[in-house]
């Protein structure tokens, strides 16, 4: 479970409203999944 932003700050619902925030912020939860996959396999 992941939580970036939260819905009862303004500013991080204007965030979490934009398309391309939530993109961003996906692409490095994944990112940073594969790190640490690639981490544990060492």
């Given amino acids: 479970m992941v939580e970036q932003a ?3 700050h ?3 619902e204007e965030k979490l409203a934009d398309p ?3 993109q961003l912020e996906a692409e490095k939860i994944c990112q940073g ?3 640490y996959l690639d981490g544990i396999k060492r």
């Fill in 20 to 22: 391309d925030f939530r």
């Fill in 6 to 8: 939260f819905m009862s």
């Fill in 33 to 35: 999944i594969i790190d």
């Fill in 10 to 12: 303004a500013e991080d």
